[in-house]
Structure formats: C-alpha cells, structure tokens
C-alpha cells in the first residue's frame, strides 16, 4: 500500500541528498523541457536530463549520437521550469574520454545551464575522470550496472550481478567512484543481491533503475513511466498512467468536432 508523502518546499542540495541515504527513500526522474520539468517541480528530490532524450524524443536508436550541445539547450530548459529538485546533467558519449575533455565539458555544462551536477556512465576504469572532476568542483552522479553508452562495445544490453564474481566487481566499481568524490551513484539493470552489496558497500546515496528497491533512491524515464514511450517497455517499469492512449483519446475527439464542425462552438470565438 502506498503512503501519501508531502510536496518537497525547498530547494534539493547535495547535502539534502548525502542525508538521505538510509532515512529516506531519493525520488529522481527525467525531463527534457521546461514544460514538464514544472510539473515535476516540488513532486521529485531529483531530476536527470538524461541522453535517454535521444531514444524517447528524439526517436533514436540508442543514446551514442547525443551531443554536449543538445545536453546544454535541453537542461538549459529544465532548469528554466523546475526550481527546486536537484538537476543532473548526462555527460553524452564521447564528452568525458579524457579527464581534460571531461572538464572542458563540464565546466560548459555548470556555466552554460543551472545543473547542480552531471552524470557520467563508468566503474573503477573512468574513477580518474570522476576525480578530475570532483577536483575541480564539479558534483559527479556514477552510472554503474548496464550502461546504455556501452551498448555497442558491450553487444547489447546486459543485466549485471548475476554472479559472485560480477557482483565484487560492480562493489569495486562503486567504491571507487566514492573514493573518487561522486555524490550518488546510479545502479541501472543489476539483480537485486548485486544492488544490495553496492548500497551497503558505499556510504553515498545509491538510485536504482531496474535494480530492485533496496538502493536509497528510484530513477524512472518520465516518457517510460507514464505510458507515453510505446516502443518497449522494460520489465522494471511501473507505468503510472496510460499517456499514449489519452493522447490519442484526445486527438479523436479533437478531430471528431472539427470534422463535425462542433469545435470552435459560441464559447471559442471572438
Ligand atoms: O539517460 C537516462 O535517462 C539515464 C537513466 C536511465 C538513469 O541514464
């Protein structure tokens, strides 16, 4: 049974955030544009303008061909609607292969849009990038687990932890990027043990997508949760309202009046 739960009043910092891990379970999902970011607004803790926009808005195959540019004019638009959560940033393939192209695009991302953090996809192989980062002030979410950049490297999309020996490795990858100063880390596609181990491994927040509900947070695609991304749907995804269906209910009715001339009727007119 679910509990009713009060609005969030106050802007989300990365204090709010460290705080919370064991008290109280992290509410994050994505926008991608003003418009919905506001009504996200006071209902989340926090908000990821993730390269899934690639996929669910952009009608891609994969997030690979999201640019640093696209990432900026999208966040640039949620922080125009959404004041208080904390807002993420996704780093895009390619924008963070060295530390020094990690920081050159990093240091856009904070002075370009109002992110309080960016996001990057990695383990212990990519714990220098988040160092370099962290070191020169900028706040890093880890993305661990099945890693939607590494799709085409990896030969598809992998559930991970599904062994002793993958679930030491996803810890390693996790203590490494809290050893590196990342303020969260996102567990995505791992079997429930594995995100177990990772959350009690590290005293940093973890957010879990398709990871069970043992980490200290849930990050769910907005377009996913509410019914509007027909594509697939993932196994993990709750879907809260049936968005594609009421559009087309809306659309239908729309086209019946105009066709029938009921709409613009006397109320619509000047
Ligand atoms: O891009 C995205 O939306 C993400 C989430 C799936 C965590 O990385």
Not at 58 to 78: C, F, N, P, R, W
Not at 82 to 101: C, H, N, Q, R, W
């Amino acid at each position: 049974m679910s509990i009713h739960t009060p609005k969030i009043d106050k802007k989300v910092t990365l204090t709010t955030i460290s705080k919370m891990k064991g008290v109280e379970p992290i509410t994050m999902v994505t926008a991608y544009d003003a418009l919905f970011a506001k009504l996200f607004d006071g209902e989340v803790e926090m908000i990821l303008v993730g390269d899934s926009l690639n996929m669910s808005f952009l009608g891609k195959e994969d997030t690979l061909s999201a640019t640093m540019d696209q990432m900026i004019y999208h966040t640039q638009a949620v922080c125009n609607g959404a004041k208080l959560p904390l807002i993420v940033l996704d780093m895009p393939f390619g924008s963070y292969t060295t530390p020094e192209l990690a920081v050159a695009n990093a240091t856009r991302a904070y002075q370009e849009t109002s992110a309080q953090a960016v996001k990057i996809e990695g383990g212990k192989s990519r714990a220098n990038i988040v160092k370099a980062l962290t070191s020169n002030s900028i706040a890093v979410l880890g993305h661990i687990g099945l890693m939607p950049q590494f799709l085409r490297s990896d030969g598809g999309y992998r559930v991970r932890g599904k062994e002793q020996s993958d679930i030491d490795e996803l810890v390693e990858d996790a203590k490494a990027l809290e050893k590196a100063g990342a303020f969260a880390i996102v567990i995505e596609g791992v079997k429930v043990e594995a995100a177990k181990a990772i959350t009690d491994a590290v005293s940093i927040p973890t957010i879990g997508i398709g990871a069970g509900n043992v980490t200290d947070g849930q990050v769910l695609v907005w377009s996913d949760m509410f019914g509007f991304f027909e594509e697939f749907k993932p196994k993990f995804v709750k879907q809260y309202m049936n968005g594609a269906k009421q559009i087309r209910e809306g659309l239908e009715n729309y086209r019946n009046d105009v066709k029938a001339k009921e709409f613009p009727s006397k109320e619509y007119i000047y």
